[in-house]
């Protein structure tokens, strides 16, 4: 089994920037994504990367403010998020699959999650 660790959350102010890291241990980790929740929401898709980091997909939401990147030597993946709005307010979850090396956005498609990352952006 893979075990993911998602960690680089906190507070921000509107137009701040965050990078999110991704850890990965106990195996071998093909595409990888970040999906994230806010309370009283339903999980949204926010970013995916192919497993040779060569295709990469967004949320039209977050398209232009966020780059995804994975470091495969070091089993990390990466989310920089620049411009942040209060509308970004969510725990954001590390995701990976197993059976597939291309990004995807549907969450069905992966099989591994991490625990969640708080991220906050006050106005």
């Known amino acids: 089994q893979v075990q993911l660790v998602e960690s680089g959350g906190g507070l921000v102010q509107a137009g701040g920037s965050l990078e999110l890291s991704c850890a990965a241990s106990?195996?071998?980790?093909?595409?990888m994504g970040w999906f994230r929740q806010a309370p009283g929401k339903e999980r949204e898709f926010v970013s995916s990367?192919?497993?040779?980091?060569?295709?990469?997909i967004y949320a039209d939401s977050v398209k232009g403010r966020v780059t995804i990147s994975r470091v495969n030597v070091k089993s990390t993946m990466y989310l920089q998020m620049n411009s942040l709005k209060p509308e970004d307010t969510a725990v954001y979850y590390c995701?990976?699959?197993?059976?597939?090396?291309?990004?995807?956005?549907?969450?069905?498609?992966?099989?591994?999650w991490g625990q969640g990352t708080q991220v906050t952006v006050s106005s």
């Open positions: 995701a990976a699959s197993r059976r597939s090396p291309y990004a995807s956005s549907q969450s069905s498609d992966f099989d591994s």
């Open positions: 106990g195996g071998s980790m093909y595409a």
């Open positions: 990367i192919s497993w040779g980091g060569t295709t990469t």
